[in-house]
């Protein structure tokens, strides 16, 4: 240690217990080692109220369910604007079988009474009993056209209604569709919340697991590193420590610094000799110091 080199006894005497404290009976407070603590991320996860699983539930199925309300209601745009086309499409179709029916028959009359015509029974009952037969047989097959394409009238005008009441009750069938889709939406969307929070949950948990490991280490690292401090504080120096620590070189320093300030060797040796407690200090250099003051003296 660095010290002041004494021109007083009193401020050798001072400066040897100074040397005593430092080197033998020093007692510093325990430090504790300083651990850099765990300190690890958490997940911060705030769980989404019901209401704003609701919202995201209508969110995610609404626009599925608008899409395919349109995509049906199109089909069913599409089969009336068919039936409508197939509509014309047999009326021109009926009509014209109506009228090659008229000319078939037309042509089937004039052929009849031009026969009768020309064997001279124009007049008499037998054309017109043909006549009549030729016009309940036209009138039998318009009968039949009329009947068949009735029929296929009525189907396609019943198509067209069941698909205009088809478009008309779209908005409630879907919205039915949807509130069921929305609902079994937000039971899964619950499911994940849960999921959700016991995952964050035990993640966290893990986290604060370790900390507190690490915490609790750190506490036993330093309750053992004290009771080593602890357990050298009462364990007295050996004398090649306290060599090798430097402990009799400052004494030796300390008192010769002082003894040298005085000129006269017999004089020295004399002041010296009468300090026992010096050997309190020097131990078993005493005797050596002791002797080089009294060669010095030349006694």
Do not use: H, W
């Not at 020295?268 to 078993?284: I, P, Q």
């Amino acid at each position: 240690m660095q010290f002041q080199t004494p021109t007083t006894k009193q401020e050798m005497y001072a400066t040897l217990r100074t040397i005593y404290n430092y080197y033998r009976i020093r007692m510093d407070g325990y430090t504790p080692t300083t651990f850099t603590p765990l300190d690890l991320d958490r997940i911060t996860f705030v769980a989404p109220t019901d209401t704003e699983l609701t919202v995201k539930a209508a969110t995610l199925t609404a626009a599925k369910n608008e899409e395919r309300k349109a995509k049906r209601k199109a089909e069913l745009e599409k089969e009336i604007a068919l039936s409508n086309a197939k509509l014309s499409d047999i009326t021109a179709e009926e009509n014209a079988l109506l009228a090659a029916i008229e000319e078939k028959y037309e042509e089937s009359e004039e052929k009849i009474r031009n026969e009768a015509l020309r064997r001279g029974y124009s007049n008499s009952s037998v054309l017109l009993s043909r006549l009549a037969e030729l016009e309940s047989a036209k009138n039998a097959e318009i009968v039949k056209i009329t009947a068949e394409y009735a029929g296929k009238r009525s189907d396609l005008n019943a198509a067209i209604t069941s698909a205009t009441a088809a478009i008309t009750a779209l908005p409630n069938y879907y919205s039915d569709v949807f509130t069921a889709e929305k609902n079994a939406k937000l039971s899964e969307l619950k499911d994940e919340r849960v999921k959700d929070t016991i995952a964050v949950n035990k993640y966290n948990s893990a986290q604060d697991e370790k900390e507190q490991k690490n915490a609790i280490s750190v506490a036993i690292n330093n309750a053992e590193l004290q009771l080593k401090f602890l357990a050298l504080q009462t364990s007295p120096f050996t004398k090649e420590q306290l060599v090798e620590m430097g402990y009799y070189e400052d004494v030796l320093s300390c008192i010769t610094g002082y003894f040298d300030t005085i000129s006269s060797a017999g004089t020295r040796y004399t002041e010296f000799a009468n300090e026992s407690k010096l050997v309190f200090y020097l131990e078993d250099y005493y005797p050596d110091v002791l002797y080089l003051y009294r060669t010095l003296a030349g006694l």
